[in-house]
Nanobody, 127 residues
Framework: QLQLVESGGGLVQPGGSLRLSCAAS????????MSWFRQAPGKEREGVSC????????YYEDPVKGRFTISRDNAKNTVYLQMNSLKPEDTAIYYC????????????????????WGQGTQVTVSS
């Protein structure tokens, strides 16, 4: 079956950094747009970032611009989210998601369009 396995979450102080990883199994990521979403307690799931399958374009939602970096390593079948200068409001469960992309430039922000989801990893930013 198609699976994404996330890792790298944890507890950090404000201003700290974490790197999340999302490894695919059962399929290869080279034809998928890859996104990170997050959901904080009591809030709706929101998009964080996306990287397209072939043209290498990246997208970031305003709250994380300049602090987070998404990347992919197709040889390792893995997507990453480097998170720097973390703030308490970044506290959430972070999910990676894959959507089949025939165009090479597909990065929808609608979570309902994604085909495969990871289990989520908790990120807590607190002093």
């Amino acid at each position: 079956q198609l699976q994404l396995v996330e890792s790298g979450g944890g507890l950090v102080q404000p201003g700290g950094s974490l790197r999340l990883s999302c490894a695919a199994s059962g399929f290869t990521l080279d034809r998928y747009g890859m996104s990170w979403f997050r959901q904080a307690p009591g809030k709706e799931r929101e998009g964080v970032s996306c990287v397209t399958s072939t043209d290498g374009s990246t997208y970031y939602e305003d709250p994380v611009k300049g602090r987070f970096t998404i990347s992919r390593d197709n040889a390792k079948n893995t997507v990453y989210l480097q998170m720097n200068s973390l703030k308490p409001e970044d506290t959430a469960i972070y999910y990676c998601a894959a959507v089949l992309d025939y165009s090479g430039s597909y990065c929808p922000s609608d979570a309902g369009l994604y085909d495969v989801w990871g289990q989520g990893t908790q990120v807590t930013v607190s002093s």
